[in-house]
Nanobody, 111 residues
Framework: VQLQASGGGLVQPGGSLRLSCKASGTNFSIWNMNWYRQAPGKQRELVAVITSRGSADYADSMKGRVTISRDNARRTGYLQMNSLKPEDTAVYYC??????WGRGTQVTVSS
């Protein structure tokens, strides 16, 4: 199983990014998919989860500013992030139910 996260980058405060996570080597549609993040010096934290049926839930830290979605036909999950803040700076990881992990994509929010 491989997960390839992409879409990170440098964005100004208040900006938006959409992260993608492409899965291969597995039937993506049966998995719950999670997005985590890890900021320097901090523990990895859960940002959002979407079940195999498409139900979504969000961490309080980003609720209202992020939307998780998935396209099973493309075997890809997404994290749309809006109104980004400097404290959102972190490496963002996608995971399939915490069992399979991608390498992460860096998000830096700075002016």
């Amino acid at each position: 199983v491989q997960l390839q996260a992409s879409g990170g980058g440098l964005v100004q405060p208040g900006g938006s990014l959409r992260l993608s996570c492409k899965a291969s080597g597995t039937n993506f549609s049966i998995w719950n998919m999670n997005w985590y993040r890890q900021a320097p010096g901090k523990q990895r934290e859960l940002v959002a989860v979407i079940t195999s049926r498409g139900s979504a839930d969000y961490a309080d830290s980003m609720k209202g500013r992020v939307t998780i979605s998935r396209d099973n036909a493309r075997r890809t999950g997404y994290l749309q992030m809006n109104s980004l803040k400097p404290e959102d700076t972190a490496v963002y990881y996608c995971s399939l139910a915490g069992q399979h992990w991608g390498r992460g994509t860096q998000v830096t929010v700075s002016s």
